[in-house]
């Protein structure tokens, strides 16, 4: 198995451009994650979904959308780049958790906007 | 408003000793805790994890204390080695649907 994997894994953008970070996962999880992190802090989630068709807003999601059409893939858009939006983004998935609510993680995209 | 934290955000410890790297929390309804370990560059790494019904719980190498009391985390390494160097978070788990809240992360550095 991949696992999570992320793509790209480093990307520039301009101020008002706009992007799709890739996430997808094998492990046939239904619980799948996106978060940023900026220098020196911890992880704060920005969206979540539950299974396909289902997305949930996190503590962050202001300039950001996303979409899980199936349960594999969950893309982060990004519309009208902003200089506060560079940061490094960690996709992540779960299973239901009924043992545990381990959480998997991608290697993360490292986003600069300038 | 109620989040997790970490008391100290650096730990230099020699190699061979043991480190313990805490972490506060303010939420009593959190029913599930994890420790992840993040080296530079990489995503987020399972360690270990702990559910409120337990006070302890023992990995390789590694244990996490849970004193539900005083809403403490700790994790304990034993014998700390060069690799292990790396920033430590805790998270806890609050809401339905797997959502973890994590703390800012401990850095913790290994001296030969």
């Known amino acids: 198995n991949a696992g999570v994997t992320q793509t790209p894994k480093f990307r520039i953008l301009k101020i008002g451009q706009s992007m799709t970070l890739q996430c997808a996962q094998d492990?046939?999880?239904?619980?799948m994650y996106w978060y940023r992190q900026d220098p020196g802090m911890g992880l704060k989630l920005i969206y979540y979904?539950?299974?396909?068709?289902?997305?949930d807003k996190g503590e962050v999601p202001n300039g950001y959308n996303v979409s899980r059409s199936t349960t594999e893939d969950f893309p982060l858009r990004l519309e009208l780049a902003a200089p506060s939006q560079t940061s490094v983004y960690f996709c992540a998935s779960s299973s239901a958790g009924l043992i545990s609510y381990e959480q998997y993680f991608g290697p993360g995209t490292r986003l600069t906007v300038t | 408003g109620e989040n997790v934290g970490l008391h100290l955000p650096t730990l230099s410890v020699q190699e061979g000793d043991n480190s313990i790297i805490n972490c506060a929390y303010s939420?009593?309804?959190?029913?599930?805790f994890i420790w992840y370990k993040q080296e530079s560059g990489k995503g987020p790494q399972f360690i270990i994890d702990i559910r409120s019904n337990m006070d302890k719980r023992q990995g390789q190498r590694v244990t996490v204390l849970l004193n539900k009391t005083v809403k403490h985390l700790s994790l304990q390494i034993a014998a700390t080695q060069p690799g292990d160097s790396a920033v430590y978070f805790c998270?806890?788990?609050?809401?339905?649907?797997?959502?973890?809240?994590f703390g800012q992360g401990t850095e913790l550095s290994v001296k030969p």
């Open positions: 492990m046939n999880h239904n619980y």
């Open positions: 979904s539950v299974g396909a068709g289902i997305t």
């Open positions: 939420n009593s309804a959190s029913d599930y």
């Open positions: 998270a806890e788990r609050r809401y339905q649907g797997g959502k973890l809240i």
